[in-house]
């Protein structure tokens, strides 16, 4: 485990099935072990499959504070945000904020950009562009960087760090992550933005630039 120098804010974005809510999850697993305030915000008001707001029971059992949508998990999945996020950031501990998965779900991020710019501007807040080298139409170099671009400009953020969570579910192995690495470093390289971490599976042993162990939470219905 490598991810380093976590900040008070964690925003996660990027494109819809990139894994970034099974990443936010294992973040704040990762935080709550050692002891830390976790609170996680599932912003994801748009997309009603796997979000946040599934791991409710996950959280309540690691003490991790979960905000929601009050539509969340219903029929009547619309956007309707009853929490305050500014709040939440003031408070002690870690904030993990899980953002929709492309520039429409990023809209409701916009809507706190004003509350968070002190973070922001105080280096408190990373907002973390997940990346899977393996998901169709972010696979290649310009759709990833043209996703990044249209999410930084619709929430009024830049994104500070790379997420390579490269992955294929299941079949997933050391070499599905290895072979995603050069991916991965074309588009720090294209940003000048660093990488933060390299997802592998638990039960997988690679040499990856600063890797973070991960545990699949977020799976298809039919693996339930």
């Given at each position: ?56 029971e996950?959280?309540?059992d ?23 996020v ?22 409701a ?7 968070l ?105 039919w693996?339930?």
């Open positions: 485990m490598s991810l380093n120098n976590i900040k008070k804010i964690s925003i996660i974005t990027g494109h819809y099935g990139s894994g970034k809510t099974n990443f936010a999850v294992n973040l704040a697993m990762y935080l709550a072990n050692k002891g830390e305030t976790v609170r996680i915000v599932d912003l994801d008001i748009v997309n009603p499959y796997f979000r946040t707001a599934d791991f409710k996950l959280f309540r690691n003490n991790i504070e979960l905000s929601a949508s009050v539509y969340a998990n219903t029929n009547l999945d619309i956007p309707a945000i009853t929490f305050d500014e709040r939440l950031a003031n408070e002690n501990g870690y904030l993990i904020i899980d953002v929709g998965g492309d520039d429409d779900g990023a809209m991020l916009g809507r706190y950009c004003e509350a710019k002190d973070f922001y501007n105080r280096g408190e807040i990373d907002m973390l562009y997940v990346v899977n080298k393996y998901r169709y139409l972010s696979d290649t170099l310009d759709e990833t960087l043209s996703l990044m671009g249209r999410i930084e400009s619709v929430s009024g953020l830049q994104c500070t760090g790379i997420v390579n969570n490269s992955n294929l579910g299941e079949e997933t192995s050391a070499k599905t992550v290895l072979d995603s690495c050069d991916f991965a470093n074309s588009i720090c390289s294209a940003t000048g933005i660093e990488l933060k971490c390299t997802c592998l599976p638990i039960e997988c042993e690679a040499q990856v630039p600063k890797p973070f162990n991960v545990k699949r939470y977020v799976k298809a219905i693996e339930e």
